[in-house]
């Protein structure tokens, strides 16, 4: 009741990528501007895609692997755990 209401229908026969783009997009909805999408997008190995300009930023895609992305691993954690290498950047 709650999904027909909601305009999503019946999601049991959905299974594989078009079930994982479901889930974001669900998650996308609920979450809404409390600035989660692109943790669950670079947390997945997804790009972000932004096809529209936005304050003094144009359209862009951001890869996963974006030193930008990428945040740096503390000294410490490294020294202390020598199966630890720093993150590219």
Known sequence: MIRRRAGIGDTSNITGLPLFNEILKQRRIELAFEGHVSYDYFRNGLPMVRDYAS?????????PTDPKVLMRIPSDEITGNPNLSQNEQ
């Not at 304050?55 to 890869?63: V, Y």
């Open 55 to 63: 304050g003094n930023s144009g359209a862009m895609t951001i890869q």
